[in-house]
Each structure stands twice: as C-alpha cells, then as structure tokens.
C-alpha cells in the first residue's frame, strides 16, 4: 500500500503516513474551509490501511506497531470532529492488538493545545505521549 502525503496549505495540515516506517504524522493548521473534503480521503485511507495491517498479521510480517503523531498549531472545531474519527478508527486498532503511540506534541506556551490533547485522549480511551516544544 502506498503511503499518504499531502502538503499543507494555508487551511490545511500536511499529511505524512509512511507505510514504511509505520509513522504517521498530521502536523500544522487544520482550519480547511471544507473539513469533510479534506478529511474523508484521509479516513479512508485509514480505513483501507487496516486491511494492510491484517494482511501483514496473516502473512507474520514483522511488527506492524504505529506511531502516530499529531502536531497542530491550530485546530477549528469542525476540524476536530474529523480529528476525533480518525482517533477513534486507532482506539479500534488497538482493541484489535494493534500496538499504537500517540503523540501529542504543543508548543508549551500553549495550554489550550495541551487541554485538548488531554481532552481527545480521555474521551477517546487512548493514551498519549504529551510532547512539548
């Protein structure tokens, strides 16, 4: 399966999931005028790449552990719903046995990024490696 790249834009975050080294990274401003245009390519993607991991669990191909890295400077409040789908597609992963890390990472001037990673992890029942820059 392909890895998913996407340049970010002035509204929209990059996109890095590598299916090489299992690192997936959202990183920058997510504040796209249309967040479901934006987002549903992504959720799919997620949603086929569980297909990869049970096709690599069939065949005992290695570890198939995932670090997954949200690094956003911005979020708006429709972007979060679609942050709050994809959370929930890898609380799924993990109830399969898939090993999952989630990152967080904020500036840590920044509270209300913090709040809310806080925020994702308990109300999604995942933990998250808080990371401060």
Not at 22 to 30: A, D, Q, Y
Not at 106 to 128: H, I, P, Q, W
């Amino acid at each position: 399966m392909d890895s998913l790249i996407i340049e970010a834009t002035e509204d929209s975050p990059k996109i890095q999931f590598d299916t090489i080294s299992n690192r997936f990274v959202i990183s920058g401003e997510s504040r796209p005028e249309n967040a479901g245009k934006f987002y549903t390519p992504v959720i799919n993607w997620i949603i086929k790449f569980e297909e990869e991991l049970q096709k690599r669990k069939q065949e005992g191909k290695g570890d198939s552990s995932i670090i997954f890295v949200f690094k956003l400077d911005y979020f708006n409040s429709t972007s979060a719903k679609y942050i709050m789908d994809i959370l929930l597609i890898f609380k799924k992963f993990v109830d399969q046995g898939y090993k999952i890390n989630m990152e967080w990472h904020y500036d840590k001037r920044d509270d209300d990024m913090l709040d809310a990673g806080n925020e994702f992890s308990d109300t999604v029942g995942l933990k998250f490696d808080f990371i401060e820059y």
